[in-house]
T-cell receptor, first 115, second 115 residues
């Protein structure tokens, strides 16, 4: 049973550039959530996608956008990269609206470094 | 607004000793509470979850947590620490009842286990 997979594992970008991160949810899951984890911090919620629509959003600027595809996979896009965007980006999946019976399963993350 | 506070950013115990990681939460609704563990260069793995069915929750790897509403606490314990328990531990609360995609995480506690 494949878990949550993310690509790439590491990425180095320059300030001002754009980046796309990819995620495939755990088999059987229909919802993808994205989190940003800065060094030494807990993860912070970016947004959640279900049925190809953004359902919830955290306190992140519009430079952060996403997409969900019919096969439930998802992309996170970040435009106009800032040094402060350097972080581990985590993708998590579960089933929508099922509460605690479907807790989040996390991937291993993409380490983004902005120079 | 929901929030989580983890008391102690670093906890050090000897192998075989009791592990106690503290978590206090703030929630305006009955909370869904979780403990996750993160090993170096990996994503988060669910240790246990509070479902309101029982105040004492047993999780994987010998960990358990007790929900105390009067103290708004959900501390994580393990009777006997093992070297493999050394990791980062995160307490989290679900913001939206019925939808656990958006979690608020604490800052994390690094557990060091000394031989």
């Amino acid at each position: 049973d494949a878990g949550v997979t993310q690509s790439p594992t590491h990425l180095i970008k320059t300030r001002g550039q754009q980046v796309t991160l990819r995620c495939s949810p755990k088999s059987g899951h229909d919802t993808v959530s994205w989190y940003q984890q800065a060094l030494g911090q807990g993860p912070q919620f970016i947004f959640q996608y279900y049925e190809e629509e953004e359902r919830q959003r955290g306190n992140f600027p519009d430079r952060f956008s996403g997409h969900q595809f019919p096969n439930y996979s998802s992309e996170l896009n970040v435009n106009a990269l800032l040094l402060g965007d350097s972080a581990l980006y985590l993708c998590a999946s579960n089933n929508y609206g099922t509460g605690v019976s479907s807790p989040l399963h996390f991937g291993n993350g993409t380490r983004l470094t902005v120079t | 607004a929901q929030s989580v506070t983890q008391l102690g950013s670093h906890v050090s115990v000897s192998e075989g000793a009791l592990v106690l990681l503290r978590c206090n939460y703030s929630s305006s609704v009955p909370p869904y509470l979780f403990w996750y563990v993160q090993y170096p260069n990996q994503g988060l793995q669910l240790l246990l979850k509070y479902t309101s069915a029982a105040t004492l929750v047993k999780g994987i790897n010998g960990f358990e947590a007790e929900f105390k509403k009067s103290e708004t606490s959900f501390h994580l314990t393990k009777p006997s620490a093992h070297m493999r328990d050394a990791a980062e531990y995160f307490c989290a609360v679900s913001v939206v009842a019925g939808n656990t995609g958006k979690l608020i995480f604490g800052q994390g506690t690094t557990l060091q286990v000394k031989p």
